[in-house]
T-cell receptor
Framework: DAKTTQPPSMDCAEGRAANLPCNHSTISGNEYVYWYRQIHSQGPQYIIHGLKNNETNEMASLIITEDRKSSTLILPHATLRDTAVYYCIVRGFYNQGGKLIFGQGTELSVKP | DAEITQSPRHKITETGRQVTLACHQTWNHNNMFWYRQDLGHGLRLIHYSYGVQDTNKGEVSDGYSVSRSNTEDLPLTLESAASSQTSVYFC???????????FGEGSRLTVL
């Protein structure tokens, strides 16, 4: 699995967009970018994933650069409940069923 | 609603004792996973299973074992608990392929 690099921590004002970057310069063509988050002491929660096109769901948007070497998770209107550790994970197609390998993630603090 | 449950949620045991953490899911998912989470290490994969009678070692499998006798359950056994195995343990499940992983609420184990 390709490694990812994320900033260890970020702050965001409540109501503003939170933009969380992730570098995955060694990603290969059949690998997807996944984002999970972990709110304090709870099990991780799936947010979104993508291959090369931008993706949007009810929780967030995922922007993947054209060369696929980096991506940004966007929480459009962050709330205090979005305070969590966010994990960017690269996951291969042939890695059947997941075997998500977590890095250190970004600790996002949403402040009033 | 389908769910994934872990038990016990909290356990204190002594060094050398055998401990089993239970994980039960009602989605009929083929794939199940055990992770541990420690400060400074994030989530690390212990063992995983792609179906009944299938088990595989993850990143940190030494001192742990699993067995998969049915689709719903993947118990994690510590044959002889050590203080280094004090941690929070998360179980997860997913459908085959690149399906979303659903995590349990975690089991906090303290080995004295």
């Amino acid at each position: 699995d390709a490694k990812t690099t994320q900033p260890p921590s970020m702050d965001c004002a409540e109501g503003r967009a939170a933009n969380l970057p992730c570098n995955h310069s060694t990603i290969s063509g059949n690998e997807y970018v996944y984002w999970y988050r972990q709110i304090h002491s709870q099990g991780p929660q799936y947010i979104i994933h993508g291959l090369k096109n931008n993706e949007t769901n009810e929780m967030a948007s995922l922007i993947i650069t054209e060369d696929r070497k980096s991506s940004t998770l966007i929480l459009p209107h962050a709330t205090l409940r979005d305070t969590a550790v966010y994990y960017c994970i690269v996951r291969g197609f042939y890695n059947q069923g997941g075997k998500l390998i977590f890095g250190q993630g970004t600790e996002l603090s949403v402040k009033p | 609603d389908a769910e994934i449950t872990q038990s016990p949620r909290h356990k204190i045991t002594e060094t050398g004792r055998q401990v089993t953490l239970a994980c039960h899911q009602t989605w009929n998912h083929n794939n199940m996973f055990w992770y541990r989470q420690d400060l400074g290490h994030g989530l690390r994969l212990i063992h995983y299973s792609y179906g009944v009678q299938d088990t595989n070692k993850g990143e940190v499998s030494d001192g742990y074992s699993v067995s998969r006798s049915n689709t719903e359950d993947l118990p994690l056994t510590l044959e002889s608990a050590a203080s280094s195995q004090t941690s929070v343990y998360f179980c997860a499940s997913s459908e085959s392929g690149l399906g979303e992983l659903f995590f349990g609420e975690g089991s906090r184990l303290t080995v004295l």
